[in-house]
């Protein structure tokens, strides 16, 4: 009989690890512009999708219960390298420069 730990190590993980791999390449480095603060933002934002489908018995739109846990996954293991090896965010190294973004619009203070 298989056990529990066997299936996770041999199967679940490099599973989890080659979707992630995978989803993250569309993001490029941007997560160190947030750094561990964006990825806890992620991790909550992906907790209470899972929490609505799990414990609420919510059926979910999009992704589904199996890829929100992959995905916290994901996101803890980048917030541990990030607590590890770079605590403190700094700009994303492919971010479009500052001198070619639009300018933002004047502040609204009247309601029309």
Known sequence: MTK???????EIVPDVLR???RKSGDYGD????LGA????????????????SIWMGRELVGEQ????VADIIGHCLLLLYILERE???ERALFST???SLPASLPPCDTLD
Request: proline share 10%.
């Open 4 to 10: 529990p730990h066997e299936v996770i190590i041999n």
């Open 19 to 21: 979707e992630f791999t």
């Open 30 to 33: 941007s997560w160190r512009l």
């Open 37 to 52: 603060k964006g990825q806890f933002s992620d991790i909550n934002r992906k907790f209470w999708k899972l929490y609505n």
């Open 65 to 68: 219960p199996a890829e929100c």
């Open 87 to 89: 605590p403190a965010p």
């Open 97 to 99: 420069h500052e001198a």
